[in-house]
Protein backbone atom coordinates (compact mmCIF):
# COMPACT_ATOMS: atom_id res chain seq x y z
CA UNK A 1 0.00 0.00 0.00
CA UNK A 2 1.41 3.85 -0.91
CA UNK A 3 1.97 5.78 2.13
CA UNK A 4 -0.59 8.01 2.66
CA UNK A 5 -2.95 9.80 5.50
CA UNK A 6 -6.51 8.18 6.24
CA UNK A 7 -9.16 9.59 3.06
CA UNK A 8 -6.08 10.75 1.26
CA UNK A 9 -5.22 9.91 -2.19
CA UNK A 10 -2.47 7.35 -3.18
CA UNK A 11 0.79 8.50 -3.72
CA UNK A 12 1.41 6.57 -6.55
CA UNK A 13 0.26 4.34 -9.38
CA UNK A 14 1.85 1.50 -11.80
CA UNK A 15 1.25 2.04 -15.87
CA UNK A 16 3.62 1.64 -18.57
CA UNK A 17 6.57 3.97 -18.87
CA UNK A 18 8.88 5.14 -21.39
CA UNK A 19 12.04 4.07 -19.44
CA UNK A 20 10.86 0.35 -20.06
CA UNK A 21 7.77 -2.13 -19.38
CA UNK A 22 5.43 -0.50 -16.15
CA UNK A 23 6.72 2.12 -14.06
CA UNK A 24 5.52 3.63 -11.17
CA UNK A 25 3.87 7.37 -11.64
CA UNK A 26 3.22 9.93 -8.46
CA UNK A 27 -0.55 10.51 -8.33
CA UNK A 28 -0.06 13.41 -6.20
CA UNK A 29 2.34 16.04 -5.02
CA UNK A 30 5.50 13.98 -3.14
CA UNK A 31 7.40 15.95 -1.17
CA UNK A 32 11.43 15.27 -0.46
CA UNK A 33 11.87 13.06 1.91
CA UNK A 34 8.92 11.15 1.82
CA UNK A 35 9.29 7.48 2.50
CA UNK A 36 7.03 6.51 -0.15
CA UNK A 37 7.20 2.14 -0.43
CA UNK A 38 8.80 -0.89 1.20
CA UNK A 39 10.40 -2.88 -1.40
CA UNK A 40 8.24 -6.15 -0.36
CA UNK A 41 8.98 -9.63 -1.59
CA UNK A 42 10.49 -13.00 -0.85
CA UNK A 43 13.66 -12.98 1.50
CA UNK A 44 16.14 -15.62 -0.08
CA UNK A 45 19.59 -15.95 0.26
CA UNK A 46 21.91 -15.18 -2.38
CA UNK A 47 22.42 -18.92 -3.43
CA UNK A 48 18.72 -18.94 -4.16
CA UNK A 49 18.84 -16.00 -5.53
CA UNK A 50 21.33 -17.00 -8.06
CA UNK A 51 19.45 -20.68 -8.61
CA UNK A 52 16.20 -19.12 -9.09
CA UNK A 53 17.54 -17.07 -11.85
CA UNK A 54 20.83 -19.15 -13.35
CA UNK A 55 18.47 -20.15 -16.19
CA UNK A 56 17.83 -16.86 -16.98
CA UNK A 57 18.99 -16.07 -20.97
CA UNK A 58 22.81 -14.35 -20.39
CA UNK A 59 21.38 -10.88 -22.44
CA UNK A 60 18.08 -10.81 -20.11
CA UNK A 61 18.57 -8.56 -17.12
CA UNK A 62 14.73 -8.29 -15.69
CA UNK A 63 14.90 -9.61 -12.12
CA UNK A 64 13.28 -8.47 -9.13
CA UNK A 65 15.99 -9.49 -6.64
CA UNK A 66 17.04 -6.60 -4.23
CA UNK A 67 20.63 -7.37 -2.45
CA UNK A 68 19.42 -6.31 1.64
CA UNK A 69 23.26 -7.51 2.92
CA UNK A 70 25.45 -10.04 2.51
CA UNK A 71 22.89 -12.71 3.74
CA UNK A 72 19.63 -11.81 2.19
CA UNK A 73 18.47 -10.85 -1.15
CA UNK A 74 14.45 -9.69 -1.32
CA UNK A 75 13.14 -11.49 -4.51
CA UNK A 76 9.88 -9.39 -5.74
CA UNK A 77 8.94 -11.72 -8.31
CA UNK A 78 7.49 -13.39 -5.07
CA UNK A 79 4.96 -12.12 -2.68
CA UNK A 80 5.93 -8.44 -4.56
CA UNK A 81 4.67 -5.12 -4.43
CA UNK A 82 4.62 -2.29 -6.62
CA UNK A 83 8.10 -1.12 -5.75
CA UNK A 84 9.25 -3.83 -8.34
CA UNK A 85 8.00 -1.24 -10.68
CA UNK A 86 10.09 1.49 -10.02
CA UNK A 87 12.74 2.05 -12.69
CA UNK A 88 16.16 2.93 -12.63
CA UNK A 89 17.60 5.94 -13.71
CA UNK A 90 21.07 7.81 -13.82
CA UNK A 91 19.10 11.30 -12.44
CA UNK A 92 16.59 9.69 -9.66
CA UNK A 93 13.84 11.33 -7.65
CA UNK A 94 13.99 8.81 -5.09
CA UNK A 95 16.97 6.05 -3.54
CA UNK A 96 16.59 3.75 -1.48
CA UNK A 97 16.76 3.90 2.39
CA UNK A 98 18.05 0.57 4.74
CA UNK A 99 16.15 0.29 8.23
CA UNK A 100 16.50 -2.49 10.15
CA UNK A 101 17.36 -4.90 7.18
CA UNK A 102 14.30 -3.43 5.02
CA UNK A 103 14.70 -1.42 2.21
CA UNK A 104 12.40 1.43 2.06
CA UNK A 105 12.10 4.01 -1.06
CA UNK A 106 12.15 7.46 -0.12
CA UNK A 107 11.78 11.11 -2.36
CA UNK A 108 14.93 12.91 -2.48
CA UNK A 109 13.46 16.09 -3.96
CA UNK A 110 9.88 17.11 -4.33
CA UNK A 111 7.98 15.32 -7.19
CA UNK A 112 5.34 16.71 -9.27
CA UNK A 113 2.11 14.47 -9.90
CA UNK A 114 2.50 12.09 -13.15
CA UNK A 115 6.23 12.09 -12.93
CA UNK A 116 7.73 8.51 -13.26
CA UNK A 117 9.39 7.57 -9.88
CA UNK A 118 12.93 6.27 -10.13
CA UNK A 119 16.26 5.27 -8.37
CA UNK A 120 20.09 4.18 -9.19
CA UNK A 121 19.98 0.85 -9.11
CA UNK A 122 23.60 0.97 -8.01
CA UNK A 123 24.11 -2.71 -9.91
CA UNK A 124 27.53 -4.47 -8.81
CA UNK A 125 29.49 -5.39 -11.16
CA UNK A 126 30.96 -9.12 -10.89
CA UNK A 127 34.19 -10.68 -11.82
CA UNK A 128 32.46 -13.23 -14.13
CA UNK A 129 30.02 -10.95 -15.87
CA UNK A 130 30.47 -11.39 -19.60
CA UNK A 131 31.77 -8.70 -22.03
CA UNK A 132 28.71 -7.37 -22.97
CA UNK A 133 27.68 -6.58 -19.53
CA UNK A 134 27.07 -2.88 -20.13
CA UNK A 135 25.10 -3.85 -23.17
CA UNK A 136 22.89 -6.27 -21.01
CA UNK A 137 22.26 -3.67 -18.48
CA UNK A 138 22.08 -0.49 -20.73
CA UNK A 139 20.11 2.42 -19.03
CA UNK A 140 17.39 3.72 -21.17
CA UNK A 141 16.59 6.58 -18.73
CA UNK A 142 17.34 9.70 -21.16
CA UNK A 143 18.63 11.79 -18.35
CA UNK A 144 20.74 14.29 -19.56
CA UNK A 145 23.65 13.00 -17.68
CA UNK A 146 22.92 9.11 -18.43
CA UNK A 147 26.19 7.08 -17.63
CA UNK A 148 24.48 4.10 -20.56
CA UNK A 149 24.51 1.65 -17.69
CA UNK A 150 22.29 0.54 -14.58
CA UNK A 151 25.64 -0.36 -13.38
CA UNK A 152 28.07 1.03 -10.80
CA UNK A 153 31.04 2.95 -12.04
CA UNK A 154 34.03 1.08 -12.06
CA UNK A 155 36.27 1.38 -9.14
CA UNK A 156 37.53 4.85 -9.60
CA UNK A 157 41.25 5.65 -10.84
CA UNK A 158 43.20 7.20 -8.60
CA UNK A 159 44.09 10.51 -8.77
CA UNK A 160 48.10 11.09 -8.80
CA UNK A 161 49.85 11.81 -5.16
CA UNK A 162 50.76 15.02 -5.30
CA UNK A 163 54.14 16.49 -4.86
CA UNK A 164 55.43 19.07 -2.67
Not at 107 to 135: C, F, H, K
Request: proline letters at 7%; charged letters at 35%.
Amino acid sequence: MPTQQRGSAPLYKVRQSRIHGRGVFAARKIRKGTRVIEYLGERVSHAEADRRYEDKAPDDNHTFLFVVDRRTVIDAGVDGNEARWINHSCDPNCESVFEDRRVFIEAVRTIQPGEELSYNYQIMREPNDPPNVDEVFACRCGAANCRGTMLMDPKPKRKPARKK
